[in-house]
Structure formats: C-alpha cells, structure tokens
C-alpha cells in the first residue's frame, strides 16, 4: 500500500501559498460576478456601467448618443438588445 505523500512547508512558504489560493479563488468570484452582471438582460445605469467599468456620467452620455432606455419612475432601464445595437453603431 503506497503511503500518502506529505510535504513539509516552512511558515514562510505556507504562507505564501495560502494568499496564492486566497488570490486565485478571489479572481475566480470576481469573474464569475463580472460575468452574471454581462448576462443581465435588463440594465440599470448604475450595474451597466459596473459591467463595461464605466462611470453612470458615461451610460448618460450614450443615452443621449442614442442609447435606448426605458424610463419608469424617472428611472432608466436598458435591454440587452438596446445595449447591443448601439456597441455595434459605434464599434464600442
């Protein structure tokens, strides 16, 4: 029977190694909520700019470039499609 293999870290190098793990898997959460904020399919101005890491002054500015909002109790909401059309129209 193979014994299990055991390896010996200084404090110094487990240290190290559990911040490279806390680091990865800190990345790793921050993608995937990068990504569910992409999937959205309705947006508002504060979580789409999350999502392009814009400032909500620059989704203002595209809304008055074009970018189609709908707003209810004076507040915008922009689809997916919306969104997608205007990056198309201006190559963003």
Request: charged share 30%.
């Amino acid at each position: 029977m193979n014994e299990p293999l055991q390896v010996m870290l200084t404090p110094e190098q487990d240290a190290a190694l559990r911040g490279y793990f806390y680091q990865v898997a800190k990345e790793e959460i921050e993608r995937v909520r990068h990504d569910e904020k992409l999937e959205m399919l309705v947006y508002t101005r504060k979580n789409l700019a999350a999502a392009c890491g814009c400032s909500p002054s620059l989704i203002d500015t595209w809304q008055k470039m074009g970018l189609r909002a709908s707003v209810i109790n004076g507040r915008s909401y922009y689809t997916k499609k919306d969104i997608a059309e205007f990056f198309a129209k201006y190559r963003i």
